[in-house]
């Protein structure tokens, strides 16, 4: 676990916050109810297609099950390795189906600049301003939500970009996915305006302030954003609906389509 006993996150440690949540969900919600209460060498390989198909009958997407069933591999890999089963009884897919599922996965799905406009023209105003920098910047969305004002040079356009916050387990903050980074945006000076015009509606700041935040002061969650304000503000500009994360594929699609190098995006 990445979690000390204190509860703070280590450093450097050999799983990043976000997947081992991930994972200890999935262990929880499918894992325990199926098998818990078996021996590993009662765990056999009817029993894990059994498993599978009724993920299938649930309902749950592909990239769902493709997630649980790579996880319960990886578990009984392990057990495998550690002498305490001989065989793993998950089947992996075949090279075929996983091809066309890491096809599946790395698909973009990213807005037009026309439906960039008319998103922004119709997200409700207290969040324009999060929703143009986040456009323009790209970052993921556990990183948009957990800038600092002590995070920002005005003088000179960069971001110091230091932790990602994740909204569950009480909004946990680790090192973003890629590592800490200074992000220069003059690039796009917009980006500088719109948040100094934040700053400037504030009777005070902080460092240790966070730049978006709710109307009760609180940093934003991305999974709240995504229902309450991402989904409806595409419905009501007439775009079809996909993930908040397009906002991610929007930035790099444009942002290779003008001659960007790929090195830079991040």
Same mark, same amino acid.
Do not use: M
């Given at each position: ?5 204190? !509860? ?7 799983? %990043? ?49 493709? $997630? ?19 065989? $793993? ?16 996965? @790395? ?30 910047? !790209? ?13 920002? $040079? ?60 709710? %109307? ?9 954003? $995504? ?15 996909? !993930? ?11 942002? @290779? ?5 790929? !090195?830079?995006?991040?």
């Amino acid at each position: 676990s990445p979690f000390l006993p204190d !509860g703070s996150v280590g450093i450097d440690t050999e799983l %990043h916050p976000s997947p081992w949540i991930h994972d200890e969900s999935l262990i929880r919600r499918h894992f325990i109810p199926a098998f818990g209460p078996l021996r590993l060498d009662e765990i056999d390989v009817p029993r894990c297609r059994e498993f599978r198909r009724a993920l299938v009958d649930a309902g749950l997407s592909g990239k769902t099950i493709s $997630n649980v069933v790579g996880l319960l591999h990886k578990a009984f890999s392990d057990a495998v390795e550690e002498g305490l089963i001989e065989r $793993n009884p998950v089947l992996r897919a075949s090279n075929r189906r996983l091809r066309l599922s890491r096809r599946q996965r @790395l698909t973009a799905d990213p807005l037009t600049p026309d439906e960039i406009q008319r998103f922004l023209s119709h997200v409700p105003d207290f969040f324009r301003d999060l929703y143009s920098v986040w456009f323009q910047v !790209g970052w993921r969305s556990s990183e948009i939500v957990a800038i600092r004002f002590g995070w920002l $040079n005005f003088g000179r356009q960069t971001i110091l970009l230091q932790r990602a916050r994740i909204p569950r387990w009480g909004g946990v903050e680790a090192e973003p996915k890629t590592g800490r980074r200074v992000v220069d945006c003059s690039y796009a000076p917009g980006i500088f305006r719109v948040l100094e015009r934040i700053r400037d509606r504030q009777a005070s700041v902080s460092e240790e302030d966070f730049v978006f935040v709710d %109307h009760e002061g609180r940093p934003f969650s991305q999974e709240w954003l $995504n229902k309450r304000v991402w989904k409806p503000t595409l419905s009501r500009a007439g775009i079809r609906e996909r !993930g908040q994360y397009s906002t991610r594929d929007t930035f790099i699609t444009l942002s @290779l389509s003008a001659g960007e190098e790929p !090195g830079w995006l991040r």
